[in-house]
Nanobody
Framework: QVQLVESGGGLVQPGGSLRLSCAAS????????MRWYRQTPGKQRELVAA???????NYADSVKGRFTISRDNAENTVHLQTDNVTPQDTAVYYC????????????????WGKGTLVTVSS
């Protein structure tokens, strides 16, 4: 089992910077995809960004050009950051983890963190 803990959320002013972190622990495989999702009450959870252990990234159109997903020196930590948040970025942000097989395909269920709330307001 993989445990994920998100951090870095809080109150941010429009145009400000945001840096979220997701720390993974437990039975971590060496090949995986980690993703950031976000959800606003009453709306479906949406994918924000993804990164594989090989460094391949993908972004939703709503954040492309503003958000960056990355890994730090610790292989079990992923970040999501921007220097220009908007009120539309207000949401609970969730981190997920999923294993990639030796054949190059994902398998099994996602592991999820409990989320961190980001509120963008002046």
């Amino acid at each position: 089992q993989v445990q994920l803990v998100e951090s870095g959320g809080g109150l941010v002013q429009p145009g400000g910077s945001l840096r979220l972190s997701c720390a993974a622990s437990g039975s971590i495989f060496s090949i995986y995809t980690m993703r950031w999702y976000r959800q606003t009450p009453g709306k479906q959870r949406e994918l924000v960004a993804a990164i594989t252990s090989g460094g391949i990234t993908n972004y939703a159109d709503s954040v492309k050009g503003r958000f960056t997903i990355s890994r730090d020196n610790a292989e079990n930590t992923v970040h999501l950051q921007t220097d220009n948040v908007t009120p539309q970025d207000t949401a609970v942000y969730y981190c997920s983890y999923r294993v990639i097989s030796s054949a190059g395909t994902e398998y099994g269920p996602h592991s999820w963190g409990k989320g961190t709330l980001v509120t963008v307001s002046s």
